[in-house]
């Protein structure tokens, strides 16, 4: 079929999809995943691997929307009330999923090596469809403003998280020597050039604005410094989320008295590439590999919600933070797909051309990551929608999610 001709029955399926769902109380991008699925490899095989694979620059496009659209949301304002609430939510989510998961996975398998880096890629929490939730319901409030800066922030963690924990794996399996040089050296250069990218895009988008007037020539400029910026990070192999997000922050916080409603026009252009997005999620999801999860993958999943609820519940209440962030932001955080599914790749590749060993363990993480994305990415949404709920922020009036 042309691609052309495809693309247009997806996208006017995936509304009808998505509107099936939302008629049920189930968020709009669970349509748009199990529409995927049945278009995919594991099903009508029409939308297959092949194909999405050539719309690659689609997926980057809209993974840099949506961390522009975060970035927006982060005010300084926003930093500096909740900064340091955020901060200890962020590591005890983070630090406790890891260890969680890394301890279960090891008392069933006894293998450090595995454990750890199963344990390093559950820190990860994937934005896309928690943000969409979010933008669904036009949720606001303390809860909402949370959710936005830890899947913002997680990624930045699980880079850390990932490199300790590589490194480690390399002791445990080739005899390497143990450097912290190593394990610093990836994340650190990871982190700070996509902090440097986002930050001089954002500088140079900012100063060009001051010239543009018309919000079509503005959404024109600021969509192309988003690409450009996205095109140089994969050609760097940073990370786009915090690239574009920094971009978002930029923008939102140097001169948001000029730059405020230019967000509003990027998130109006964004729901048809965000519409193929997830049904491109949807279509890369392998039914087959569910059953050979087991109880590996199990544990996995099991261990990754424990230590993401107890984390974010613990980290909330020792940093003060409001009842509906305590008792309802684990629910929010359960969502994982490109950063967990891009590391276990990166494992499998890292440890391909070593020992039997290393290739075997690079191929369990793959097919326990990708089976368990499936599972997560179908539960998360409506995990968000019910906290957002409970939350009573779901369409309340008043300024923007992060206005608190």
Do not use: C
Not at 141 to 149: D, E, F, V
Not at 182 to 207: C, E, K
């Amino acid at each position: 079929m042309d691609v052309t001709l495809l693309l247009g029955i997806v996208l006017i399926v995936g509304l009808i999809f998505g509107r099936m769902f939302t008629r049920v109380g189930v968020p709009q991008v669970v349509g748009f995943i199990i529409l995927g699925v049945l278009l995919g490899d594991s099903v009508g095989q029409v939308f297959h691997r092949r194909l999405i694979e050539s719309l690659a620059p689609l997926t980057s496009a809209a993974l840099a929307l949506i961390g522009f659209m975060v970035g927006g949301e982060l005010k300084r304002s926003v930093f500096g009330k909740y900064g340091k609430q955020f901060i200890s939510i962020l590591l005890a989510e983070g630090l406790l999923a890891m260890i969680v998961v890394t301890l279960v996975t090891f008392l069933w398998t006894r293998n450090m090596a595995l454990a750890i880096l199963l344990g390093a890629l559950s820190s990860a929490t994937a934005p896309a469809a928690t943000v969409d939730v979010l933008w669904e319901y036009r949720s606001r409030g303390p809860l909402t403003t949370t959710i936005l800066a830890i899947v913002a922030l997680d990624d930045g963690l699980a880079l850390i998280l990932y490199g300790f924990a590589l490194a480690f794996a390399d002791v445990l399996l080739n005899g390497e020597s143990f450097s912290m040089k190593i394990m610093l050296l990836g994340p650190v250069r990871d982190i700070a050039g996509s902090v440097l990218l986002g930050g001089l895009i954002g500088f140079l988008l900012d100063n060009a604005l001051r010239f543009i007037s018309k919000n079509e020539e503005r959404l024109v400029l600021i969509l192309g410094g988003i690409l450009l910026a996205t095109g140089i990070g994969v050609q760097l192999g940073l990370s786009l989320i915090l690239v574009s997000m920094v971009i978002g922050l930029y923008l939102t916080n140097i001169h948001s008295d000029r730059n405020a409603a230019d967000f509003d026009t990027v998130k109006s252009f964004s729901p048809p590439i965000l519409a193929l997005f997830f049904v491109m999620i949807g279509g890369r999801l392998d039914l087959g590999l569910l059953p050979q999860m087991g109880l590996l993958g199990f544990l996995y999943v099991l261990g990754r919600t424990v230590g993401k609820w107890s984390g974010s519940y613990l980290g909330a209440r020792f940093s003060g933070a409001p009842e509906t962030v305590r008792k309802y932001l684990g629910f929010a955080l359960f969502s994982q797909a490109g950063v967990a599914i891009g590391l276990a790749l990166d494992i499998d590749h890292h440890f391909a051309a070593g020992s039997p060993a290393g290739a075997q363990l690079g191929q369990t993480i793959i097919n326990v990551v990708t089976a368990t994305t499936f599972l997560v990415q179908v539960i998360g949404p409506p995990s968000v929608k019910f906290a957002i709920s409970k939350a009573g922020e779901i369409g309340r009036k008043g300024p923007s999610a992060s206005g608190g």
